[in-house]
Nanobody, 124 residues
Framework: QVQLVESGGGLVQTGGSLRLSCAAS????????MGWFRQAPGKEREFVAS????????YYADSVKGRFTISRDNAKNTVYLEMISLKPEDTAVYYC?????????????????WGQGTQVTVSS
């Protein structure tokens, strides 16, 4: 089992940047495929980005390609989401998820563990 704690959210103006972090407990972090999702009020949780266990492969939603970068540091049990050129439509609660499933995981039901979320608000 793994516990996840997100941090780094906040209020930023359009065009600004933020770096989210997700710290994981346990000694088997490198066994988990990791992902970032977001959920705006009244909407379903949507895929943002995911990263393979080694960090060598990354995947992005079309809406964030070229603006967001996912990375991980297995020595620090942490996954990051670097966000630049933020837009008001990026406003949401951002969650990190962990999964032991195989394959490229881009949907919320494929993830077994979730953090509590961190709020990102982009003002226009």
């Amino acid at each position: 089992q793994v516990q996840l704690v997100e941090s780094g959210g906040g209020l930023v103006q359009t065009g600004g940047s933020l770096r989210l972090s997700c710290a994981a407990s346990g000694r088997t972090f490198s066994s988990y495929f990791m992902g970032w999702f977001r959920q705006a009020p009244g909407k379903e949780r949507e895929f943002v980005a995911s990263i393979s266990r080694s960090g060598s492969h990354t995947y992005y939603a079309d809406s964030v390609k070229g603006r967001f970068t996912i990375s991980r540091d297995n020595a620090k049990n942490t996954v990051y989401l670097e966000m630049i050129s933020l837009k008001p439509e990026d406003t949401a609660v951002y969650y990190c998820g962990a999964s032991l499933r195989l394959g490229v995981l881009t949907t919320a039901p494929e993830y077994d563990y979730w953090g509590q979320g961190t709020q990102v608000t982009v003002s226009s």
